[in-house]
């Protein structure tokens, strides 16, 4: 069973970076698709970022781009988040997740990191 456990959350001023990690166990690095999403308060879960294991293909929403970067270490099992430049509408609870390759939907959570951009 693949487990996801995210850390490096916290606080930071608009205009700041924050690093999240994502390690990720239970089942071949490889073989899985990894990204991250995110829920504001009151607000939908949002796809933030994607990066494909056959490729490394990563993807973006235009709410994001140019300031966020997926990144994954094969050797280590771990997915990271480098967010820079955040701003206050950033603020949300940031969900590690992962889909075996071929899959369209990602069907495994992580119990999620906050990150809080206080202006």
């Known amino acids: 069973q693949v487990q996801l456990v995210e850390t490096g959350g916290g606080s930071v001023q608009a205009g700041g970076s924050l690093r999240l990690s994502c390690a990720v166990s239970g089942r071949t690095f490889s073989e899985l698709d990894l990204g991250w999403f995110r829920q504001a308060p009151g607000k939908g879960r949002e796809s933030v970022a994607t990066i494909l294991s056959i490729d490394g293909s990563t993807y973006y929403p235009n709410s994001v781009k140019g300031r966020f970067t997926i990144s994954r270490d094969n050797e280590k099992n771990t997915v990271y988040l480098q967010m820079s430049n955040l701003k206050p509408d950033d603020t949300a609870v940031y969900f590690c997740?992962?889909?075996?390759?071929?899959?369209?939907?990602?069907?495994?959570w992580g119990r999620g990191t906050q990150v809080t951009v206080s202006s």
């Open positions: 997740v992962a889909r075996a390759v071929g899959q369209t939907k990602f069907g495994i």
